[in-house]
């Protein structure tokens, strides 16, 4: 129980700091995009590299990771679709709309909460790799094709991307099983420990200049966003689950997994592509608060 609190707290420490830097004025306005930028082209892809060259891959063959990304994959898309059909959204917002209710926070927060509920924070590394290795490189390309973004074609921005290159690396040495010199590898942990954080402050630092809104004062697509993340994902992963015959710890594991809140990684591409940043904070503030129930009660009655 403490593991999973102190994961929730560790965060909301974190964005408390970067909230108070831009209250007292500590930081400049331009701060929240420069660390973002950082973030974004150095933190995120050395902690993506570092996180998928030490993870064990054989655990991606387990059912419960099927339930899991078919679930948060199938909800994202039906999101995404919903946003371009019935509210008239553009490619670049559909983009955003489907990382917001499908990418989890698996890192900072599953690792902890895996440990606790689950009995081993591995059940959280298969989570962060089918998201790092698949779901992010995928949709920051449409947002790099969009007009939002440089207008590429998706096959240049995927493969040009710097998460790509991050996870290409961190899978070649994982996969060949090469040691890198401690000169080569120190600096990239160092540089991967920057990436949760910046993430963090600026996420903080948006709530200044972006408070946020109290729950019944949201736009209905905001809300729609909020309630598919915390409660559709979790329930198509126990439905998908429940079909493929699971039970025990892989049954909690697809759902736990599921009802992870949205990461704030998905706020750095919305402040990156200057796109939906309302749509995603809200959704990564309150999908936090709502996942507190849902997993703690996965946890206490599947079995």
């Known amino acids: 129980m403490w593991a999973a609190l102190e994961g929730f707290t560790t965060i909301s420490i974190v964005v408390a700091v970067g909230y108070l830097l831009a209250r007292t004025r500590v930081v400049g306005a331009a701060a929240q995009k420069h660390l973002g930028d950082v973030a974004f082209y150095v933190g995120q892809p050395a902690l993506v590299l570092v996180a998928v060259a030490g993870a064990e891959l054989e655990l991606l063959v ?9 679930a948060c994959i199938l909800t994202g898309l039906a999101f995404a679709i919903a946003m371009l059909r019935r509210w008239g959204a553009s490619r670049a917002e559909a983009a955003l709309g489907y990382l917001s209710t499908s990418y989890v926070n698996a890192g900072n927060l599953g690792m902890p909460i895996a440990a606790y509920v689950l009995g081993d924070a591995a059940w959280a590394a298969p989570a962060m790799l089918l998201q790092v290795l698949v779901l992010q490189p ?8 969009s007009p939002a973004g440089r207008g590429r074609s998706v096959f240049n ?76 994902v979790p329930g198509l992963a126990l439905a998908i689950a429940l079909l493929l015959g699971l039970s025990g710890t892989p049954l909690r594991a697809a759902v736990v997994l599921a009802a992870l809140p949205t990461a704030q990684v998905v706020f750095v591409h919305a402040l990156r592509y200057r796109t939906a940043l309302p749509l995603v904070q809200s959704t990564t503030l309150w999908t936090t608060l709502f996942s507190v129930p849902v997993i703690v009660t996965a946890g206490a009655f599947l079995t």
Do not use: C, Y
């Open 62 to 70: 387990g059912w419960h990771i099927v339930a899991f990304g078919a």
């Open 138 to 145: 995928t949709a920051v390309a449409v947002l790099e094709s």
């Open 157 to 232: 921005s995927f493969v040009t991307h710097p998460l790509v290159w991050g996870a290409a690396i961190g899978l070649a040495i994982n996969l060949s099983g090469w040691q890198p010199p401690s000169v080569l590898w120190s600096p990239t942990t160092l540089l991967a420990e920057l990436g949760i954080p910046a993430m963090l402050l600026a996420f903080g630092m948006s709530l200044h200049s972006n408070p946020l809104p109290r729950l019944d004062r949201l736009p209905r697509l905001t809300l729609a966003a909020i309630a598919t993340k915390s409660f559709a």
